[in-house]
């Protein structure tokens, strides 16, 4: 029997984009049952674009200014990704909110990774917030995107200790460490095996 086709990952960034080089560096094993097909971002001259590039992915830029309304960037950002026909998108450190465009087409297949242990700290200074509230465990939360800030169905968290003389740049570069491998691992089980979402309870097989 030959090997189903791998599924088509496109991938979100706004930045340097080291989770996008874990996705990249996983799917060059075929065993990993995943291919990105595509990059996408909301800024150029960022290093996750030349990432892409460097690993022979297309990319494309879709800056919310480039755009009369939100609206209609919302809209553009979706035809973007639909023209690669994703199985699933996954926003790893893109820093803009989609809307009801992005959301009608790919809400059942839109994915984020969040470096803080949700619902705790949502936004977009999770370890600074950890850090000021003084938690002794901060970690990482991979979910699925709905309309809200970080408040979608949680697929995987991991965590990983705060230590007494951490700055923000120690603690987010800790949970960077096990995000990454977190959504190396949950990206490869979910498309694999699949996936069921029953009252915000998500099961992969
Ligand atoms: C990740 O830690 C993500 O949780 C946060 O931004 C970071 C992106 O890092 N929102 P990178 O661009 O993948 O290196």
Do not use: C
Request: hydrophobic share 45%; glycine share 8%; net charge negative.
């Amino acid at each position: 029997m030959t090997d189903p086709a791998p599924a088509r990952l496109v991938v979100l960034v706004s930045g340097s984009g080291s989770n996008l080089q874990a996705l990249l560096d996983a799917s060059a094993d075929p065993a990993y049952g995943a291919q990105v097909v595509a990059v996408g971002a909301d800024r150029d001259g960022i290093a996750g674009l030349d990432r892409a590039a460097a690993a022979g992915v297309p990319t494309f830029v879709d800056s919310v200014k480039a755009y009369e309304t939100r609206d209609d960037w919302d809209a553009a950002l979706a035809a973007h990704v639909a023209e690669f026909k994703p199985d699933l998108i996954v926003s790893a450190g893109f820093l803009k909110l989609v809307g009801p465009h992005f959301l009608a087409a790919f809400g059942d297949r839109y994915i984020n990774t969040h470096n803080a242990l949700l619902p705790s700290f949502p936004g977009i200074h999770g370890p600074r917030d950890a850090l000021a509230y003084g938690v002794k465990l901060a970690g990482a939360t991979l979910f699925f995107v709905d309309a809200g800030v970080d408040t979608g169905p949680i697929i995987a968290q991991v965590a990983v200790p705060v230590l007494d003389d951490d700055t923000e740049d120690t603690l987010t570069e800790r949970i960077k460490v096990a995000e990454r491998a977190q959504l190396v691992d949950f990206v490869g089980r979910l498309v694999r095996e699949g996936w069921t979402i029953e009252n915000r309870k998500v099961r992969i097989p």
